[in-house]
C-alpha cells in the first residue's frame, strides 16, 4: 500500500455493531441474586469485624507483653512479672516504665497462681530466668468470642486458643 492513499472501510449496520439489545432473563436473574447477596451479608459482616478485630489486638498484645517478660527473664537472668490491673484494662511488665491500656469493652479474667494475686483487682504472672513460670492464663472475651492466652509453668511458652462464649 502507498502512503498517501485512503483505505475505505465498510460502512456499519444501522442498529450498531449488534443488532441484539438488552439483557437475557438469565442475566437479569443473576445480577439480582448477586444484588441481594451483597446488600444481605454486608453489614453483618462489617459489624462484626471490629469487635472481633478489638479483642484479637487486646489477646495479642496480652500475649507479646509476656513473651516480653518472659525474653526479660532469660536475658537478664533474673526474675520478671506482667502485672495486670483488671479494673483499669492495663498491664506492665517490670522493668519498663510503660503501661498498655486495653480496650475497656473487653472482658478480662487472670488466672494465676494464688501467690501471684495482689488483691481483687491485680495480679502477676512471673516469669523465671530459665525461661519458666508461675503458669496462668488471662481470658479476654466479649459477648460472642474470647481467646485465652496460656502460659505454660514449665516451658514459659505463651499460646493464644479461640474459644466460643457459651450462652
Not at 24 to 36: F, P, R
Not at 43 to 48: A, H, R, T, V
Not at 91 to 111: K, Q
Amino acid at each position: 500500500m502507498n502512503e498517501g492513499t485512503a483505505q475505505h472501510l465498510p460502512p456499519l449496520p444501522k442498529g450498531g455493531l449488534n443488532d441484539d439489545q438488552g439483557f437475557t432473563l438469565l442475566e437479569v436473574l443473576v445480577a439480582l441474586v448477586i444484588g441481594v447477596l451483597l446488600v444481605a451479608l454486608t453489614p453483618p459482616l462489617l459489624s462484626g469485624m471490629s469487635g472481633s478485630t478489638e479483642l484479637r489486638s487486646a489477646a495479642r498484645q496480652l500475649a507479646a507483653g509476656l513473651r516480653n517478660a518472659r525474653n526479660a527473664a532469660i536475658t537478664r537472668q533474673r526474675e520478671a512479672v506482667l502485672t495486670l490491673n483488671l479494673a483499669e484494662h492495663r498491664f506492665a511488665v517490670s522493668g519498663d516504665t510503660r503501661e498498655i491500656a486495653l480496650p475497656n469493652s473487653v472482658a478480662l479474667h487472670l488466672y494465676t497462681a494464688q501467690s501471684e494475686l495482689l488483691d481483687g483487682e491485680r495480679g502477676n504472672i512471673r516469669f523465671f530466668s530459665d525461661g519458666s513460670s508461675t503458669g496462668g492464663a488471662i481470658t479476654v472475651s466479649s459477648t460472642k468470642l474470647a481467646y485465652r492466652i496460656n502460659v505454660d509453668w514449665l516451658t514459659g511458652a505463651i499460646a493464644i486458643a479461640e474459644q466460643d462464649v457459651q450462652p
